[in-house]
């Protein structure tokens, strides 16, 4: 099974829609984080958490939100979605003695 | 701020050597990082060098580090149509957090 979960793995959406990215870890770590790739623009951060009480703004953190309900989850939210939120979307997991990051599978994200 | 720059593309063909490069500005990076990205996957680490150290070997990939130009340099040896995958290098900055580089799309042609 894989270590870093990410659901849905696609979806697309309408503009003005609210959506959720949801993000699991068995890898027990303390740290996770949001990102999100675009072509050309290598993966920025939007958001993390190094542990449950833990939120802060990453680069590019307007129009999204997130919520850690456990050490193990972390999802993101945008409120009302619009065109050029249509990306890659990364979760990742780190614990607080390594900076070594473990990715999921990432989900892509349509919005119409 | 902090920023880490990668040139975009590079194209090689089987069995020559690849050397990916990358420049950094925070000179406070504990480590530095090569991650690997195949297509419609996430990134997967391939490897990290601590920046006391100027030089890693690990099989066919080689890591350089210049700390006074702030360079980083990744070296596969007898490049594979495998290895065709976009490159993120990252640093550490001093909030916990890595910064990623662009990534460079490599390209390996038979």
């Known amino acids: 099974d894989a270590d870093v979960t990410q659901t849905p793995r696609n979806r697309i959406t309408k503009t003005g829609k609210r959506i959720m990215l949801e993000c699991s870890q068995t890898?027990?770590?303390?740290?996770m984080y949001w990102y999100r790739q675009d072509p050309g623009l290598g993966l920025q951060l939007i958001y993390y958490s190094f542990d449950v009480k833990d939120i802060n703004k990453g680069e590019i953190s307007d129009g999204y939100s997130v919520s850690r309900q456990a050490q193990a989850k972390f999802s993101l939210s945008l409120e009302s979605a619009i065109p050029n939120q249509t990306a890659l979307y990364f979760c990742?997991?780190?614990?607080?003695?390594?900076?070594?990051?473990?990715f999921g599978p990432g989900t892509r994200l349509t919005v119409t | 701020g902090e920023d880490v720059e990668q040139s975009l593309f590079l194209s090689v063909r089987e069995g020559d050597s690849s050397v990916i490069n990358c420049t950094y500005t925070?000179?406070?990076?504990?480590?530095l990082y090569w991650y690997k990205q195949e297509p419609g996957a996430g990134l997967q680490l391939l490897t990290y060098i601590f920046s006391n150290m100027d030089m890693k070997q690990d099989q066919r990939l080689t890591v350089l580090l210049n700390k006074k130009d702030k360079h980083l340099s990744l070296r596969i040896a007898d490049t594979q149509t495998g290895d065709s995958a976009i490159y993120f290098c990252?640093?550490?900055?001093?909030?916990?957090?890595?910064?990623f580089g662009q990534g460079t799309t490599l390209q390996v042609k038979p």
């Open positions: 990252a640093e550490t900055s001093n909030t916990g957090k890595l910064i």
């Open positions: 925070d000179s406070s990076s504990t480590y």
């Open positions: 890898k027990g770590h303390d740290r």
């Open positions: 990742a997991t780190s614990d607080s003695k390594s900076y070594e990051q473990y």
